[in-house]
């Protein structure tokens, strides 16, 4: 069976500094690593998707993920971050279609 | 494009009623999913449906019960409901298979 750990239900950080969000993932077989965002009251926006092909995945709004499949991980990254990126972060595994999600980090940008 | 339209947006409900919540998906996306996700929880896949067929159930029991329309909408319909189905309910519709799955903005159930 798959599941997903993101390590940190709560991240605090101030504008611009750089962010980490993490997620691993347990899966005997390949799979197919998402990152969702959620602002409040809206719906899931795709940020990256991990399919295949280079392991360093970029996004959208400047995000992207390093696919470790040694440390079984898909962290996600911004080099600097913008009030407007408060929100919850969900990171996603597939194979055969459905998703499965972690429980979400919310990050916190502070001015 | 026209992205994944969910109504209504929000929903209030007795425990033991039924409820019909509706999807409108993009042109072309023959793949849709619901989820169903609970304060504070990550969401949890109900079902999907391909070319009207549901081709894939996650661990929900049989009140939960769906359908998908060649107009590309869809219908999530639980019945007898309990208190424990309060959540964001959200759809999301794919073309193809390219995992780019589009998802609509939800509806909110409450339950009383």
């Known amino acids: 069976a798959q599941s997903v750990t993101q390590l940190d239900s709560q991240v605090p950080v101030f504008e611009e500094a750089p962010v980490e969000l993490r997620c691993n993932y347990s899966?005997?077989?390949?799979?197919?690593l998402f990152w969702y965002v959620q602002y409040p009251n809206q719906g899931l926006q795709l940020l990256l998707k991990y399919l295949s092909g280079s392991t360093l995945v970029k996004g959208i709004n400047g995000f992207e993920a390093e696919f470790n499949k040694s440390q079984t991980s898909f962290h996600l990254r911004k080099p600097s971050v913008h009030i407007s990126d408060t929100a919850e972060y969900f990171c996603?595994?597939?194979?055969?279609?459905?998703?499965?999600f972690g429980k979400g980090t919310k990050l916190s940008v502070k001015p | 494009e026209t992205g994944v339209t969910q109504s209504p947006t929000h929903l209030i409900k007795t425990r033991g009623q039924q409820v019909t919540l509706r999807c409108s998906s993009q042109s072309g996306h023959n793949t849709v999913s619901w989820y169903q996700q609970a304060l504070g929880q990550g969401p949890q896949f109900i079902f999907q449906?391909?070319?009207?067929?549901?081709?894939g159930r996650g661990n929900f029991p049989p009140r939960f019960s769906g359908l998908q329309f060649p107009n590309y909408s869809s219908e999530l319909n639980v019945n007898a409901l309990e208190l424990d189905d309060s959540a964001l309910y959200l759809c999301a519709s794919m073309h193809g298979t390219d995992y780019g799955y589009t998802f609509g903005s939800g509806t909110r159930l409450t339950v009383v």
């Open positions: 996603a595994v597939s194979r055969g279609g459905n998703l499965i």
């Open positions: 449906y391909y070319r009207e067929e549901e081709n």
């Open positions: 899966s005997s077989v390949s799979v197919y």
